[in-house]
């Protein structure tokens, strides 16, 4: 197995985060887990010890700067040199547009945009001084289009693909590739909390391959953006992992 070098993966302890870092071990990656949960990231370094390589959690609030910074500075020690990162950590509420507080709106573009944006910044340093390197931001089919109840959530998001379209194209001088994916509704933790029997009726009428996606389909999408060998002159791309529902206009009733 070709050891890669490591990569960071921000919601690491569980959802799409656990499933991209899992992936990344059987890749051939040294893998560092980050999460602010230190028991969620205990028991997800306990699970992903039974699939190989080599594994270090890092504790941090992607919220927080100086924890990200301090923990991204020291995360090579004794390890490996960062040349990959996906920004998987966030929050979403359903909340519809008048009941949306600013305080809401700030806290989740708080995580999910400048959250992912210092994550970047410190990794994309140590990719810089190791020759480049490659960044995956997880936005959603959110930041594409207008879904109810995601004014924040879904600004939060197509903020994430604007600013890696925008570190795409500076980065490219340092040889660091960036890259985003926008799943759609994917069977998380937090999809199974947030989506209603009704939301979900209303999500498989829109996706023309009629299911909800699994973790270990992000997780696919992620290996092959880090993975310079097949995926070397890819970068500012939006990857949907969504079942085609942006590409659905119209959708007609089974007439079979």
């Excluded at 040349?83 to 708080?110: C, K, Q």
């Excluded at 004014?151 to 960036?178: C, D, F, H, N, P």
Aim: hydrophobic share 45%.
């Amino acid at each position: 197995m070709t050891d890669r070098g490591a990569a960071i993966v921000t919601g690491g302890a569980s959802g799409i985060g656990f499933a991209v870092a899992r992936q990344l071990l059987t890749d051939g990656w040294s893998v560092l887990i980050a999460d602010r949960s230190r028991d969620g990231l205990a028991r997800a370094a306990s699970d992903l010890n039974a699939s190989g390589g080599k594994l270090k959690s890092l504790v941090f609030d992607v919220a927080i700067e100086t924890e990200v910074v301090a923990a991204i500075a020291d995360c090579e020690r004794n390890f490996a040199p960062v040349r990959g990162l996906v920004n998987s950590a966030g929050i979403g509420r359903d909340v519809p547009f008048f009941d949306t507080s600013a305080d809401l709106f700030r806290s989740i573009l708080d995580i999910n945009l400048v959250g992912s944006f210092v994550v970047a910044r410190e990794a994309a340093k140590l990719m810089r001084d190791h020759g480049g390197g490659a960044i995956v931001n997880i936005s959603s089919v959110s930041g594409q289009r207008g879904n109810p109840g995601r004014t924040a959530y879904g600004a939060s998001k197509g903020g994430v693909i604007a600013m890696t379209q925008v570190m795409a194209v500076e980065l490219a001088a340092v040889g660091i590739r960036v890259n985003a994916i926008a799943p759609g509704p994917i069977d998380t933790p937090l999809v199974k909390e947030l989506h209603t029997q009704s939301d979900r009726a209303t999500w498989l009428r829109s996706i023309p391959q009629a299911r909800y996606g699994t973790p270990d389909d992000v997780a696919n999408a992620a290996s092959f953006l880090l993975d310079s060998r097949r995926a070397g002159f890819v970068t500012g791309h939006v990857l949907n992992v969504d079942g085609g529902f942006a590409s659905a206009g119209l959708q007609t009733p089974d007439l079979g």
